[in-house]
């Protein structure tokens, strides 16, 4: 069965370093989504792209972030200079439609020192 | 703004019981609800969902009812199993959010042998 995989799984940074996450949506799919899980909280929702550009984000999605297909594969967040809190597990999502089923990657748990 | 509650935060049932988890949301527009488990350090994997136009949804031992009047909607396990021990999250789609899911806070199932 098609998998989201993600990497990596755990990602240590110091406080303004840069850092990319990096996922590999299901093959058919063209939908991809970025989501967010502070410890002990919800799920929130970051970023969604089709087409090769944003189509919606959140207010936690600011200038820091970015998001990016380098190619017919991969699909990465990056954080440009990366503060304590946003140490989360982030989530990679994909779904063939744009109202379909979201399937999610087992996630990158970044920890910012 | 718009939101989702979810009940209870923790669950504690014994082998064999049924449990059920129940959301309510704000926007009367929201026209997807899918529920996802999430096993630990693992990623939410999607288990059901159901769309506004439909009230009731079965997959074996796990249904999904929707109330679009009362504006809320419950994930019921019956025959419940060690192995549906994790945590479950409701999420909704919101008419203005385009494709991204608004979750709950996450109910913490443990089913006990």
């Known amino acids: 069965e098609p998998e989201v995989t993600q990497t990596p799984s755990h990602q240590v940074t110091q406080m303004g370093q840069e850092v990319i996450l990096r996922c590999v949506p299901i093959s058919n799919h063209l939908y991809f989504y970025w989501y967010r899980q502070i410890l002990g909280q919800k799920v929130e929702f970051l970023v969604s792209?089709?087409?090769?550009?944003?189509?919606?984000k959140s207010e936690i999605f600011d200038d820091q972030f970015s998001v990016e297909r380098p190619d017919g594969s991969n699909f990465t967040l990056k954080i440009r200079s990366t503060k304590l809190e946003d140490s989360a597990m982030y989530f990679c999502?994909?779904?063939?439609?744009?109202?379909?089923?979201?399937?999610f990657g087992p996630g990158t748990r970044l920890t910012v020192t | 703004g718009e939101n989702v509650e979810q009940h209870p935060s923790t669950l504690s049932v014994q082998e064999g019981d049924s449990a059920v988890i129940k959301c309510t949301y704000s926007d009367s527009a929201s026209n997807y609800f899918p529920w996802y488990k999430q096993e630990l350090g693992k990623g939410p994997q999607l288990i059901i969902d159901?769309?506004?136009?439909?009230g009731e949804k079965k997959d074996q031992r796990i249904a999904v009812t929707l109330n679009k009047t009362a504006k809320h909607f419950s994930l019921h396990i019956t025959e419940t199993q060690p192995e549906d021990s994790a945590v479950y999250f409701c999420a909704a789609r919101f008419r203005d959010s385009g494709y991204a899911l608004n979750f709950g806070k996450g109910t913490s199932l443990l089913v006990t042998p």
């Open positions: 792209f089709y087409n090769n550009e944003i189509s919606e």
């Open positions: 999502a994909s779904s063939r439609q744009g109202g379909g089923e979201q399937y």
């Open positions: 159901i769309r506004s136009n439909v």
